[in-house]
């Protein structure tokens, strides 16, 4: 089933930034902002975050309207420093190297086929230092299963971050809600060093 980004977008308005941007954002030990990509940026808040506090920032997503959401409300020294690409993660390609790269809610939505590929061109673009930050599902999630989406176990996901600085792994498998309604989350949350 296809999803309807529209819908979210509007259910995330006024949203804050998410905990797991926070908890990465933290945890670079760069003296100065450096060079950021937001994967699945959706509505953006995390890119203008970046931009606005002079980050570099890659922002990608597949939606339509992302060049124009994303840059409707930065301001003008932040747009300088935002570049959004309408990409989708099986087309993008390798990616820039970065000291930050953000994926909110966003990689498993990627073709399990394709993700792998992904995941390696991640890994490559991080430079020493850098920090992942971003989340996975597992297979409790509700959306198990659903075409063009990938989901993870526990031992895979630590197996994804092998050679990394794993600094939060947080598993949530809980019962919650989301923009469709009541759900079950089986979400990991990830912040990881290289
Ligand atoms: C759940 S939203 C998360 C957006 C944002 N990171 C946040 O935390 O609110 C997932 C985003 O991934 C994008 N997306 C989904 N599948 C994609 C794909 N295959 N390639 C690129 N972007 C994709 C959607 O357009 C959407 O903006």
């Known amino acids: 089933m296809a999803f309807d980004w529209s819908e979210f977008y509007t259910a995330q308005g006024g949203r804050g930034v998410r905990p797991t941007f926070t908890a990465g954002l933290n945890a670079w030990r760069g003296d100065a902002p450096g060079d950021a990509i937001d994967l699945g940026c959706g509505d953006g808040v995390e890119t203008r975050h970046l931009a606005e506090r002079g980050w570099s920032v890659l922002a990608i997503d597949s939606d339509g309207d992302v060049e124009s959401r994303v840059l409707a409300e930065v301001g003008e020294e932040g747009a300088e420093r935002a570049t959004v690409r309408r990409a989708t993660f099986e087309t993008v390609g390798a990616l820039p190297a970065s000291d930050f790269i953000y ?31 971003g989340e996975l599902f597992g297979p409790n999630d509700e959306w198990f299963g659903r075409a063009g989406m990938n989901f993870h176990d526990r031992a895979g996901v630590e197996s994804m971050l092998t050679g990394l600085e794993v600094l939060q792994l947080v598993e949530d498998d809980h019962r919650g809600m989301s923009f469709e309604g009541p759900r079950h989350w089986h979400v ?3 912040v990881a060093r290289a």
């Open 188 to 190: 990991f949350h990830i």
């Open 103 to 133: 994926a909110g809610f966003a990689l498993p939505f990627c073709d399990p086929g394709h993700f792998p590929y992904l995941w390696a061109d991640i890994r490559d673009a991080l430079r020493p230092g850098a920090v992942f930050a």
